[in-house]
């Protein structure tokens, strides 16, 4: 049987934290920042945990 392939788009996206948990960084931080206000912008700096549902998902796709 052939070795598993990493998909690499989730890859780039995901980091895998030392306790097998995923980490990902927050959507909407690209760009229109004038609006958002400051909180907003603070909390969107910081990692997060990755939904458990796309946890399990994300895990398969990465080969875990």
Not at 33 to 41: E, H, I, P
Request: hydrophobic letters at 40%; proline letters at 3%; a positive charge.
């Amino acid at each position: 049987m052939p070795k598993m392939k990493t998909n690499k788009s989730v890859a780039k996206r995901v980091k895998l934290t030392a306790r097998g948990k995923l980490m990902r960084h927050r959507a909407g931080a690209g760009h229109l920042k004038s609006r958002k206000s400051n909180k907003r912008l603070r909390k969107m700096r910081k990692a997060c945990l990755v939904s458990p549902r796309f946890a399990r998902t994300a895990k398969a796709m990465l080969g875990l």
